[in-house]
């Protein structure tokens, strides 16, 4: 059984942890904060039990999935053929657990991180082995979404690539290839954009969020519209890649609107329907 680190176990390190559980690998777990790993474990126990209720899953596969969920330390990483980040897209704190990673995983281990749009470039440099640094994006909620887009440094070898594709299809998921390590890679690149311009229609007073989304969904045969899916996403994290994507590419496609900086400094953060721009 192959041996997979996650560093992580909030909504994406706990959802990409149960995937990788899900199809067989044996997942060491740990995060920084207390008892945040029994959390996942009881979250994802909940979500399989649903699972087999609806009889899509038996019980002795959701008690096999659960028992190769195993909270870790750093020093049990020595066993681990590849390791994925999933932690704050904060550059100095992803930094900070590459150089831990490097220290203790084999030589020979990929080391993969899920950010969203930071530069898989800069992480690597925390580590001797830039060379087996890769991104693995996951799409949230990573047991449901099909997508991992894997992102090449400028020192990745084509050997990690290799190795990261294959354990993301290993995964079942469908992999794209990120050929040049550029902010917002493709799917975020193409996304806040989207984002940007239907909240500036909604500050602009052209419409309502309702028929915003309505317009997007019908009009372009979106499964919802963007206002919902950035509510979803969360509008913290959507300020955040907006902010760091401008700062990078110095272009207004990317400048955040006042509202969804209103909306986050009061706390509104999206993350489900009612509680973002539909309260705007």
């Not at 060491?28 to 649903?50: F, S």
């Not at 207004?252 to 539909?278: E, I, S």
């Amino acid at each position: 059984m192959t041996t997979i680190a996650v560093i992580g176990a909030g909504t994406m390190g706990s959802g990409i942890s149960q995937v990788a559980a899900q199809h067989g690998y044996r997942v060491l777990m740990l995060d920084a904060e207390p008892g945040a790993v029994v959390r996942a474990r009881m979250r994802t126990g909940e979500r399989l039990a649903k699972a087999v209720k609806e009889g899509k899953l038996s019980a002795t596969d959701r008690e096999g999935i659960l028992d190769r969920l195993v909270e870790a330390d750093w020093a049990d990483f020595g066993e681990a053929s590849l390791a994925i980040e999933a932690v704050l897209e904060i550059m100095d704190v992803k930094k900070e657990i590459f150089s831990r990673l490097d220290a203790v995983l084999p030589g020979d281990a990929v080391l993969a991180t899920n950010t969203s749009s930071l530069s898989v470039t800069e992480i690597a440099k925390a580590t001797k082995r830039p060379d087996r640094v890769v991104g693995m994006h996951f799409f949230n909620p990573a047991p449901v979404m099909k997508l991992v887009e894997i992102v090449r440094g400028e020192e990745t070898s084509d050997e990690t690539v290799d190795v990261a594709q294959r354990a993301a299809q290993a995964m079942g998921k469908e992999t794209v290839l990120v050929a040049k390590d550029t902010p917002g890679f493709i799917v975020n690149r193409v996304l806040m954009p989207l984002f940007i311009e239907a909240m500036r229609i909604l500050e602009e007073g052209i419409a309502s969020p309702e028929d915003i989304d309505k317009a997007v969904k019908l009009g372009l045969n979106h499964p919802m519209g963007p206002l919902t899916l950035a509510d979803l996403t969360g509008l913290d994290v959507d300020l955040h890649v907006m902010d760091y994507m401008f700062n990078e590419f110095h272009d207004d496609r990317f400048a955040a609107p006042l509202v969804l900086r209103r909306l986050v400094r009061a706390g509104r953060l999206g993350r489900k329907t009612g509680h973002g721009f539909y309260r705007y």
